[in-house]
């Protein structure tokens, strides 16, 4: 077995940096809509959130690609290799099948950000490591730390692992591939080292080729599936699709999900996609990662656009079957002080009778993969094999052991926590000093000398804080040096502030979030008295906004604009003319566009807002600048603004050939029915995801 750093070349969009303002939670109550006889055993810890501070978003890129050099790490033996992304979460890019000279995972042609991430940008294909909070985490276009350690039988591996600063936890990633082993070991270990419980989440998300016959297996049948609710269904046939085999994604005539749900007492459990021609890429897990997922895309028009928008046209068809430790997505989990989670998931592939896997009978062609799996990676065998590299994953890490280095966060919540709580990280990470830069300068002049140093008004915040114990620094700091950027901080912790010591469900009923808004603004307010800022007067509006009062919202907003740094970047003109055109003042909302620099005119997100602006002014010529300007690259999952407008603008279209000049919202209503019968969108604009004719995320036909 080998393993090397190397270097690849590949075709693709790179991250231009990343979005300066804060992005609040939703403060609403988590709710999800489950059937009428969702059993009672399934409802509980269900409820999770989303939140993205400290972490800034990562929303800038395009769609001009760009050969782009990735830094790799190969590791490889008789029967696979395996490449993996340290600049990119850890991801395994590609999982080669040396044996059957196959690639297992949909490994993407193209590097290719698309909005679907909690911070915004994702991408697509291989394995990626979910960590934190629900959704694409926080690290998936980021780096990770990783080192090449050796275990008691002096066999090389690859650790990777990070400090998650929303959670306050660790996590680490041991990816063993022993030179005799058919398949890849990952062995996972999950830390909260603190005194406070906190919640966790982690799902392993792999990509796999869809070759229009791929069926899905696993080791049970029952499942909850997400639609426009929460469902308890027996697979192959569910509810949302009665009459089709489901274990067959392509029968689906829409994006969806199913979560199959182990039984209790359980010690491993599977899943595969198996190909027409007999080869099935395998995964195989111990216990507490239990849990497993199958995503499509859905077998439209649209489904095949987003596939083809995150990679390439002749490769890029994929589903995702995933794994994790709670029931599902939507399931959040206690994460108890001073304990971790770890377990043991492997991946191979293997060539099997291509008639048994595709029988008629799922439940057979369950059984028969299992007892073919037994052959390759025996449960009692993977029990062994967790055991012993649950002990290798107490191996240390030695800086000279580190082949790429990530954020400096790590580091510096180790000084923190040594000298103020005496918790010691665990040694089998390790942050070194010198990885602390311009991001953590700020916090490390808080923690060394007491306060946070001054700042110019009209530079971008390098970072942002929202760990409790670091807002208890702040708030000792402000006895003695209070100014703009300190309470600009200090407000941000305390809008941000939230319960992360019980599962959502129980957190969403926390009361105290009130009076930590009250404090909130009365921090923003000091902090522009003591001078105006941009910074500031936006997170009033926020909190403006947040308690309904629109009209002082507004007035924060037309401020932030008297302010040079206002144009400092387009995220302020984007944000507003949003908020204008939800609230029907499109003719502000177009004032405000027109009178911004072009370069700020023309970023992509303005221009979208522009087109739904202009759709309401009835300024076509501005619509038809948008739809020429050609693919968009920030389009979020289930966002639906390019057809939307394109329906609204073939209408308007058809009124004016039709001497309607100007038709009221009833007859506009009609003249978009039928636009949506009558003009098909172009397929580059087409995100649509659904097929009910009431929804406006309808597929197209």
């Not at 100014?483 to 407000?491: D, E, N, P, V």
């Amino acid at each position: 077995m080998s393993i090397k750093i190397d270097v690849m070349t590949i075709y693709g969009a790179p991250l231009e940096g990343t979005n300066p303002l804060p992005i609040f939670h939703n403060k609403n109550e988590v709710k999800v809509e489950c059937s009428a006889d969702f059993p009672d055993f399934l409802k509980v810890d269900l409820g999770n959130r989303s939140p993205v501070l400290p972490y800034k978003m990562q929303d800038r890129y395009s769609r001009k690609r760009i050969p782009i050099k990735k830094k790799t790490i190969v590791m490889e033996n008789s029967y696979l290799k395996a490449v993996f992304w340290p600049e990119d979460g850890g991801r395994l890019y590609s999982l080669f099948d040396k044996v059957n000279g196959r690639e297992l995972l949909m490994s993407n042609p193209v590097y290719q950000p698309g909005n679907l991430a909690l911070r915004n940008a994702w991408l697509s294909g291989g394995i990626e490591w979910n960590f934190g909070a629900l959704g694409h985490h926080y690290f998936t276009c980021d780096n990770i730390f990783a080192a090449i350690l050796k275990d008691s039988e002096n066999n090389e591996f690859v650790r990777m692992y990070e400090f998650e600063r929303n959670k306050n936890a660790v996590y680490q990633m041991d990816f063993h591939l022993p030179e005799d082993s058919p398949v890849l070991f990952a062995h996972i270990k999950v830390f909260n080292p603190f005194e406070e419980d906190t919640t966790t989440y982690w799902w392993t998300n792999i990509a796999i080729p869809e070759d229009g016959n791929t069926r899905v297996l696993s080791s049970t049948q029952k499942a909850i599936v997400f639609s426009t609710g929460m469902t308890y269904d027996t697979l192959p046939e569910i509810s949302l699709f009665p009459g089709k085999d489901l274990s067959y994604p392509h029968n689906a005539s829409r994006s969806f999900d199913y979560f199959f749900q182990s039984p209790d007492g359980i010690k491993s459990s599977w899943e595969s996609g198996a190909y027409s021609d007999g080869l099935v890429f395998f995964d195989r897990a111990t216990a507490p990662l239990l849990y497993h997922k199958m995503f499509c895309w859905g077998n439209h028009s649209a489904g095949k656009h987003w596939q083809d928008f995150l990679s390439d046209p002749d490769k890029g068809d994929y589903i995702e079957i995933q794994g994790g430790f709670a029931r599902s997505q939507l399931h959040d989990k206690l994460f108890p002080a001073k304990t971790s989670f770890e377990w043991t998931h492997c991946f191979g592939g293997i060539k099997l009778n291509k008639e048994k896997l595709h029988q008629p009978s799922l439940s057979e062609a369950n059984k028969y993969m299992e007892e073919s799996l037994e052959t390759v990676i025996p449960e009692n065998k993977l029990l062994e094999i967790n055991e012993y590299y649950s002990e290798i994953a107490k191996t240390p890490v030695n800086e000279k052991d580190i082949i790429h280095t990530a954020s400096g966060w790590g580091a510096l919540e180790k000084l923190r926590t040594e000298k103020e709580e005496n918790v010691k990280f665990p040694e089998s990470v390790c942050f070194p000093l010198s990885t602390i830069g311009a991001e953590q300068y700020p916090w490390l002049s808080l923690f060394n000398n007491g306060a946070l140093p001054e700042e110019n008004v009209n530079v971008i915040p390098p970072s942002y804080m929202v760990s409790p114990k670091w807002m208890k620094l702040l708030e000792n700091s402000l006895e003695n040096n209070k100014t703009w950027y300190s309470l600009y901080h200090y407000g941000v912790m305390l809008a941000e502030m939230m319960e992360r010591r019980k599962i959502s469900s129980e957190a969403s009923r926390w009361g105290k979030y009130p009076e930590f808004r009250e404090k909130a603004i009365a921090a923003f307010e000091e902090s522009v008295k003591l001078q105006p800022s941009v910074w500031a007067l936006r997170c009033l509006f926020s909190m403006a906004n947040e308690k309904g009062d629109y009209e002082a919202a507004e007035k924060y907003y037309d401020e932030v604009f008297k302010l040079p740094a206002a144009t400092v970047d387009f995220a302020f003109a984007g944000e507003y003319m949003g908020w204008l055109n939800r609230h029907g003042k499109y003719q502000k909302a177009w004032d405000l566009y027109t009178s911004m620099p072009e370069n700020i005119q023309n970023a992509e997100r303005l221009l979208l807002t522009s087109a739904q602006t202009a759709i309401k002014l009835k300024k076509l010529e501005q619509i038809e600048k948008v739809f020429a300007h050609g693919e968009y690259a920030d389009i979020r999952e289930g966002e639906c603004t390019l057809t939307d407008i394109w329906f609204e603008y073939n209408a308007l279209k058809m009124a004016k050939e039709r001497g309607i000049e100007d038709p009221d919202n009833n007859i506009l209503a009609d003249l978009i029915d039928e636009a949506y019968d009558t003009c098909p969108p172009p397929k580059e604009i087409d995100f649509r995801m659904s097929f009910d004719r009431k929804n406006k995320y309808r597929i197209s036909n």
